[in-house]
């Protein structure tokens, strides 16, 4: 198997291992939601992935545009948006290495940075189009830069604008900081304490929501509800990462599930930025162990 066969692989068991999670209020083994069901987001991970990883996308743009249209083929929904949209960047950077002949780099973040650096307004162009076919909840009209104009400034620029108020687009904005910076060393910390790999998982997701209300929350429910649920969730989530055994916290999450769940409350951003962490860490595993063996 070579490098580019592990990166996609590694990209569907980021997917896989992210709905294998608890993640109250979202979909994943515990259960569907919000008119979606777990197999739809098994599908799409591998739907988009063989988009995603496909020779012939060349560009950030292009991998993004048919990662959603094959999404959209397979079931139907939005269920992935986010997610096509973060780690793009990051396998344009990895398969150019790939195809340029070139050892996987050590930093992940310096690979990623050159991509967001160089990207275009025809990245723009095919990323608003995939964001129209996946049409997104909560998406309002802007006055400069909506998404259903043709867009007239790069990818990143558009990010850039974008950051304040969503939380994918402050990912581009930072080079992917609180992901490296927060989440990756949340997800290696539970690894070690728990040495479950979806428990883990569960800590950077309900971490990352305390520091930062979800933005898809924000975008359907507003701010200060945003802020009242991760407020809500404080309490919980300091609970499940003090213990030594978050299974025995799992009827509290339960329960919560089913209350977001049952009042239209979905952490969809924390949800996607849980699984370009996981994808990183993954990768991370990859470059290390070609590293170590070259």
Not at 51 to 61: I, K, R
Not at 73 to 85: F, K, P
Not at 101 to 122: D, R
Not at 174 to 193: C, G, M, S
Request: hydrophobic share 40%; with cysteine; proline share 5%.
């Amino acid at each position: 198997m070579n490098f580019i066969d592990n990166y996609r692989e590694a990209y569907v068991n980021s997917c896989l291992l992210e709905l294998q999670s608890l993640k109250p209020g979202n979909v994943g083994v515990h259960g569907d939601g919000h008119g979606m069901t777990l197999q739809q987001f098994i599908d799409s991970a591998m739907a988009s992935s063989s988009a995603l990883f496909d020779p012939s996308n060349q560009t950030v743009g292009q991998r993004v545009l048919q990662a959603v249209t094959r999404t959209r083929q397979a079931v139907g929904d939005n269920t992935n948006l986010g997610i096509i949209l973060l780690v793009s960047p990051i396998i344009q950077g990895l398969v150019s290495q790939c195809q340029d002949g070139l050892t996987p780099p050590l930093s992940l973040e310096n690979l990623t940075a050159e991509v967001l650096e160089n990207l275009t307004v025809q990245d723009a162009v095919d990323a608003y189009q995939a964001i129209q076919i996946a049409t997104p909840g909560g998406m309002g009209k802007v006055a400069d830069h909506d998404v259903n104009d043709i867009p007239t400034i790069t990818l990143m620029e558009a990010m850039n604008v974008s950051a304040p108020y969503d939380r994918i687009a402050y990912q581009y904005h930072t080079n992917y900081k609180e992901i490296y910076d927060h989440n990756l060393p949340i997800y290696w910390q539970y690894i070690q304490k728990w040495q479950q790999p979806r428990w883990a998982a569960t800590a950077v997701f309900l971490s990352q929501w305390v520091r930062e209300p979800d933005t898809l929350i924000i975008r359907k429910q507003g701010l200060l509800k945003a802020q009242q649920i991760s407020d809500m969730i404080a309490p919980l989530t300091e609970q499940v990462l003090a213990s030594d055994d978050p299974q025995l916290v799992e009827g509290e999450l339960l329960a919560l599930d089913k209350e977001l769940k049952s009042n239209a409350i979905n952490p969809g951003t924390t949800a996607d930025i849980t699984v370009a962490t996981l994808f990183v860490a993954q990768l991370e595993q990859i470059r290390n162990k070609g590293h170590s063996t070259s």
